[in-house]
């Protein structure tokens, strides 16, 4: 079993920049790939970004390319998904999540979510 406890979210205006984290329990977090999805009101969850279980490989919803940089520390079994040049359309709850498998496609694990609210 692995939970997840997303951090960081808040009120920021457009342009500005949010980093969010993921806390993750248990040993086995390095053996899964990390994710970040979000879900805007009334629209369905969308995959944001992903990195695998080296850090190594990183993958980003094109709208979000260049702005969004995901990484993550295995010693304290923690991700991070830095937000810059934030934009009102990125307004939504961010989920993160774990697989070991397909992180876009089947998590095995999510987050309770943090909300993620950017002013014009």
């Known amino acids: 079993q692995v939970q997840l406890v997303e951090s960081g979210g808040g009120l920021v205006q457009a342009g500005g920049s949010l980093r969010l984290s993921c806390a993750a329990s248990?040993?086995?977090?390095?053996?899964?790939?990390m994710g970040w999805f979000r879900q805007a009101p009334g629209k369905e969850r969308e995959f944001v970004g992903a990195?695998?279980?080296?850090?190594?490989?990183?993958s980003y919803v094109d709208s979000v390319k260049g702005r969004f940089t995901i990484s993550r520390d295995n010693a304290k079994n923690t991700v991070y998904l830095q937000m810059n040049s934030l934009k009102p359309e990125d307004t939504a709850v961010y989920y993160c999540a774990a697989a070991l498998h397909h992180i876009e496609a089947s998590p095995d694990y999510w987050g309770q979510g943090t909300q993620v609210t950017v002013s014009s």
């Open positions: 248990g040993r086995t977090f390095s053996r899964f790939a």
């Open positions: 990195i695998g279980w080296s850090g190594g490989g990183t």
